[in-house]
């Protein structure tokens, strides 16, 4: 059979998302086709015709976005801060959002002295995104990752193997629960920087059906106010900061004053600042060890 065009076939996709509820729907027609084809979406035009197998492959991805399985799970990608994150059932999806906290971490990075390597600690890192992401830009960093969910454990270490195989330097990761009150102490009072991104959502949110019956519930839900893995977190950051060491979380749009309540209380720590994403809502909540 001969070659037909790619784009009737994108717009169809388009309209088929579009009509499933798909928030961005001209976007992951565009990224699928791109994925199918091995091309990046920019560089589609290039394609203007498929063999009509190939058609049906896509309409057949399409389908099962349109049934709400998250665009990355599809794709088997997310990416954070210059690197892609394998993906896919058991582990959490990481979000474009979370570039603001990598980024602040690499900001945080320039402040470290430079007579020691720059320790950096990720609470809750599912995929490993912001810790590897780190030691992707920061060779001369020591990185570590904590995770206690078996399942969220074998993409951490997945994606860990992987940047090895890519050349960046390793990352250690520990199987651990960051509530626990003997949480790495053998780190303490060494680490610059700890980022977490935790699970933050208040139970009985509402939530998009990609996240609700795609991501993992233990990757989302804080308890009744979203603070239950927060609360217990921050005296464990006080522990293992050094004195001048900084810290920022991740929090739901809910939760900004919570967070800084949790930091204020503890008593360790100066600076505490909230920080807006660029459409002004609180993002992340930024503090000192004293
Ligand atoms: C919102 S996801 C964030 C993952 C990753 N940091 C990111 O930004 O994509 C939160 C992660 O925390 C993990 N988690 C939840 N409770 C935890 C706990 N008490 N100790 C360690 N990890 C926990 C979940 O399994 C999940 O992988």
């Not at 990224?31 to 309409?59: C, F, I, K, S, T």
Request: glycine letters at 8%; proline letters at 9%; a negative charge.
């Amino acid at each position: 059979m001969s070659r037909i065009p790619l784009r009737p076939v994108i717009v169809e996709a388009v309209e088929r998302l579009s009509a499933a509820g798909v928030g961005s729907p001209r976007a992951d027609a565009e990224l699928l086709a791109a994925h199918l084809l091995g091309v990046e979406r920019g560089r589609l035009v290039l394609v203007p015709m498929v063999e009509p197998e190939v058609a049906d492959r896509y309409r057949a991805l399409v389908q099962q976005r349109a049934r709400r399985i998250p665009l990355q799970h599809l794709t088997g990608v997310a990416a954070m801060g210059g690197i892609d994150l394998a993906v896919g059932p058991g582990v959490f999806v990481p979000r474009p959002e979370t570039e603001l906290l990598f980024a602040w971490a690499l900001a945080q990075l320039e402040t470290v002295r430079h007579d020691h390597a720059p320790v950096v600690v990720d609470l809750c890192a599912g995929s490993g995104a912001l810790a590897l992401a780190v030691a992707q830009a920061r060779p001369d960093a020591l990185v570590h990752a904590v995770e206690v969910d078996p399942a969220a454990l074998q993409w951490t270490r997945r994606n860990a193997e992987a940047r090895i195989a890519a050349g960046d330097t390793p990352i250690t990761v520990h199987a651990a629960d960051v509530t626990a009150p003997d949480l790495l102490t053998e780190l303490d009072g060494t680490v610059d920087v700890v980022l977490s991104n935790p699970p933050y959502i208040p139970v009985g949110a509402l939530l998009e059906p990609e996240v609700a019956e795609h991501d993992p519930h233990p990757a989302l839900f804080g308890g009744p106010d979203g603070l239950d893995v927060i609360r217990p977190m921050v005296p464990a950051i006080a522990r293992l900061l050094r004195s001048g060491g900084a810290t920022a979380i991740e929090h739901d749009d809910s939760n900004a004053a919570g967070v800084v309540e949790a930091f204020t209380a503890d008593g360790r720590f100066i600076e505490i600042v909230e920080h807006p994403d660029l459409a002004g809502r609180p993002r992340f909540v930024a503090a000192t060890r004293r």
